[in-house]
């Protein structure tokens, strides 16, 4: 079973709509929560990390349900420059093995 | 700052060949990391270091080395190139502390085909 697990996509959106992604994980001993976003054929970036509480960045809001296991990304107003691959990221133990979801992908359209 | 710098960004190996992929780091983080990146199986964890003289296995080991003899520097070694190993490796570091606020830094990738 993998530890984080992601719908593949794609997402095609208009231009301003509202998307949303989810994620599960397996562990429920994992302790820190991310969303990264990848650009084709460029490295990841951190995109914002998620609490327990939920947090909003902007256009963005994360959120976390510990109980059911699983992360959500909300995205509003969506951009043409939105248009990239997700990454759900979280860790274990440590902290020191982050655990990639396989990623979803989104294209917003003109 | 440079940020995490990886070379070389493409390599075409034949199978058996050895190779050592280098990437280093210019924000003196404690923690560096190697990842590989497969169609359909997302990033995997190869081996990862906590500190210059400290490293520990991660998802995907088999097949590759690592040393930290350095903050800066955290090479990835292919003893015996194989197929299966074609991938795009990443190199990512990150403070040590409070994981939960840190972020990962990437270097650009290395494309690696074995053939």
Same mark, same amino acid.
């Given at each position: 079973?993998?530890?984080?697990?992601?719908?593949?996509?794609?997402?095609?959106?208009?231009?301003?709509?509202?998307?949303?992604?989810?994620?599960?994980?397996?562990?429920?001993?994992?302790?820190?929560?991310?969303?990264?976003?990848?650009?084709?054929?460029?490295?990841?970036?951190?995109?914002?990390?998620?609490?327990?509480?939920?947090?909003?960045?902007?256009?963005?809001?994360?959120?976390?349900?510990?109980?059911?296991?699983?992360?959500?990304?909300?995205?509003?107003?969506?951009?043409?420059?939105?248009?990239?691959?997700?990454?759900?990221?979280?860790?274990?133990?440590?902290?020191?093995?982050?655990?990639?979801?396989?990623?979803?992908?989104?294209?917003?359209?003109? | 700052?440079?940020?995490?710098?990886?070379?070389?960004?493409?390599?075409?190996?034949?199978?058996?060949?050895?190779?050592?992929?280098?990437?280093?780091?210019?924000?003196?983080?404690?923690?560096?990391?190697?990842?590989?990146?497969?169609?359909?199986?997302?990033?995997?964890?190869?081996?990862?270091?906590?500190?210059?003289?400290?490293?520990?296995?991660?998802?995907?080991?088999?097949?590759?080395?690592? %040393? =930290?003899?350095?903050?800066?520097?955290?090479?990835?070694? @292919?003893?015996?190139?194989?197929?299966? +190993?074609? #991938? *795009?490796?990443?190199?990512? %570091? =990150?403070?040590?502390?409070?994981?939960?606020?840190?972020? @990962?830094?990437?270097?650009?990738?290395? +494309?690696? #085909? *074995?053939?």
């Amino acid at each position: 079973r993998k530890e984080v697990e992601q719908d593949p996509g794609p997402f095609n959106v208009p231009e301003g709509a509202t998307v949303a992604f989810n994620c599960t994980y397996s562990n429920s001993a994992s302790q820190s929560f991310f969303w990264y976003r990848q650009d084709c054929r460029k490295e990841p970036k951190l995109l914002m990390s998620v609490y327990s509480s939920g947090n909003e960045d902007g256009r963005f809001t994360a959120q976390l349900n510990r109980a059911s296991q699983y992360i959500s990304l909300l995205i509003r107003d969506s951009k043409l420059s939105d248009s990239a691959t997700y990454l759900c990221v979280v860790t274990q133990n440590t902290g020191n093995q982050f655990y990639f979801g396989t990623g979803t992908s989104l294209t917003v359209i003109p | 700052n440079a940020g995490v710098t990886q070379t070389p960004k493409f390599q075409v190996l034949k199978t058996g060949q050895s190779m050592t992929l280098q990437c280093a780091q210019d924000m003196n983080h404690e923690y560096m990391s190697w990842y590989r990146q497969d169609p359909g199986m997302g990033l995997r964890l190869i081996h990862y270091s906590v500190g210059a003289g400290i490293t520990d296995q991660g998802e995907v080991p088999n097949g590759y080395n690592v %040393s =930290r003899s350095t903050t800066e520097d955290f090479p990835l070694r @292919l003893l015996s190139a194989a197929p299966s +190993q074609t #991938s *795009v490796y990443f190199c990512a %570091s =990150r403070r040590r502390d409070s994981p939960g606020q840190q972020k @990962l830094f990437f270097g650009s990738g290395t +494309q690696l #085909s *074995v053939l």
